[in-house]
């Protein structure tokens, strides 16, 4: 029997997973890593990637009670924009900037300001820029920490630093790469011009030489990995990318029209299409960095999940979820004048703006644990129409959002993005979207079948359908005129 080997690094944690050909997933285990928060900065240590990776893949592969030589390929997807800077020994030379940090705020108005023909990607080149991105990261390394900037062998991203790890090889994913390093499959590569504007142009030397696309072979395992996860040194590596693009192939999203949405500590919404796109309000289009001869569009909101960790953390205590969903589901849509914001750590888009906050506005002294927990939701449901909406004004639509992660195991989660969207909402029998598009990108590379198209067919299968309450969606409509009105008027506040 042959098995696929996967791995899932968020943000919270990695998790690891077992899948046969047909899909299945046999075997899983997470081990959850530091995260270290200040205002507007996060940051992780590589090292822990890699360690709790050893011990999550081969936990999962104990679960999953395979032979270990059955293994015949891996394939992961990680967070996107958390950058590392490495010596040539793959070693970091300081903690890595997660993809939530904004402290390029700066750089990447200086980005913007440059004008040059690859910000095209940034809302038809009227941007904003995100300080998420990889330039504007590198460029604020290299003002304020030069020392590292200029002793840094790679600067690249989480996936690439597991990939030399498990094949010594310096690869970067066309995933990666094509989503927020500004490189243009079809425009010559790297954004050069780009980076000489910014007096940057030494970060092209930095970057992997080789641009993989997802599904294609990088290499093998070394003889120091192989040994460390206990598997054969014939395993093969295949290219994987961002958690939330890969795991639009694990939602089955692959045609034109279709909309996706991968939920955990950020949401991000993906629509795929023939032709390029672009707008104001409206991220992409990326050429081929998913499926070949097809371009994404993509919005994406930065706190979601995390929000609801914040609230966990605020209390003190982990959240009684099943008590605090019963008695959420109770309430009238609106959690009696509660709106929230849910900007706790800036805009992704339709706004792009790093310097948004979060507020929960109307609170009162009858408001309990309850009503805040729905109105998290409820406004994390509203950022998400923003998005669609300005997907819409773009010229791109789809008629149902088919949604993996974290809000696909919360019923009431599902029922009220189906009601602010006003849109039905699909999730597939396996809602761990990154996982089983990994899965799929392995069992492409090991040569199970000709395509990734092929691979979703095998191995992503249908699940059930949540519609939208014509009475809830009414009520939302109301209130998102009010949540829509808070980005302009705090924005003057927070200035």
Not at 338 to 358: A, E, W, Y
Not at 404 to 422: E, F, K, V, Y
Not at 471 to 489: C, F, G, M, N
């Amino acid at each position: 029997m042959a098995y696929l080997l996967t791995a899932d690094g968020g943000t919270e944690s990695i998790r690891a997973r077992v899948y046969d050909l047909k899909g299945n997933c046999l075997g899983t285990s997470a081990v959850p890593y530091q995260t270290d928060f200040k205002p507007g900065r996060v940051e992780q240590n590589p090292e822990d990637w890699w360690a709790n990776f050893v011990r999550a893949a081969r936990e999962a592969i104990r679960e999953a009670g395979v032979n270990a030589d059955g293994i015949e390929a891996i394939c992961y997807a990680t967070t996107c924009c958390t950058v590392v800077a490495l010596d040539e020994n793959g070693r970091a030379l300081r903690p890595a900037i997660m993809w939530m940090d904004v402290r390029a705020h700066q750089e990447a108005h200086d980005v913007l300001a440059t004008g040059d023909e690859a910000l095209l990607l940034n809302g038809a080149g009227q941007g904003p820029v995100s300080a998420e991105w990889m330039i504007p990261k590198a460029l604020w390394l290299k003002r304020n920490e030069p020392q590292t900037f200029a002793k840094a062998h790679r600067i690249c991203e989480y996936q690439d630093f597991l990939t030399y790890r498990l094949t010594g090889t310096w690869a970067a994913s066309l995933d990666n790469a094509g989503l927020r390093w500004h490189y243009r499959s079809r425009a010559g590569g790297w954004a050069s011009s780009l980076l000489a504007a910014l007096d940057l142009s030494e970060l092209e030397l930095k970057w992997p030489e080789r641009v993989v696309a997802p599904g294609d072979v990088i290499g093998t395992l070394t003889s120091a990995a192989a040994n460390e996860l206990g598997l054969s040194a014939n395993v093969k590596v295949i290219q994987g990318g961002a958690d939330a693009l890969i795991g639009m192939i694990g939602l089955g999203v692959h045609k034109p029209g279709q909309l996706a949405m991968i939920t955990g500590s950020s949401h991000l919404q993906f629509g795929v299409t023939e032709s390029p796109i672009h707008a104001p309000g409206v991220w992409g289009s990326y050429a081929d960095i998913v499926y070949p001869d097809r371009w994404i569009v993509e919005g994406g909101q930065t706190s979601t999940g995390s929000i609801i960790n914040w609230l966990s953390r605020l209390k003190g205590a982990p959240l009684d979820f099943d008590d605090l969903n019963r008695k959420a589901a109770a309430l009238e849509p609106g959690c009696d004048g509660l709106i929230v914001q849910d900007h706790f750590q800036g805009n992704r888009t339709p706004h792009t703006d790093p310097l948004s906050r979060g507020a929960i506005v109307g609170l009162t002294l009858g408001h309990e644990m309850h009503h805040v927990f729905r109105a998290i939701m409820e406004g994390i449901g509203f950022g998400t129409r923003a998005i669609l909406d300005a997907f819409r004004s773009a010229g791109y639509a789809g008629e149902e959002m088919t949604v993996g992660g974290g809000a696909a195991g919360s019923d009431l989660w599902l029922q009220i993005h189906a009601d602010t969207a006003g849109i039905p909402v699909r999730v597939p029998a396996s809602p761990d979207a990154p996982s089983t598009g990994s899965a799929v990108l392995a069992g492409v590379g090991a040569g199970h079948f000709a395509t990734i198209d092929e691979g979703i067919k095998a191995m992503v299968h249908a699940g059930r359908l949540i519609k939208p309450r014509a009475d809830s969606v009414a009520r939302y409509d109301e209130i998102y005129a009010k949540y829509a009105a808070l980005y302009p008027a705090l924005k003057e506040v927070l200035a």
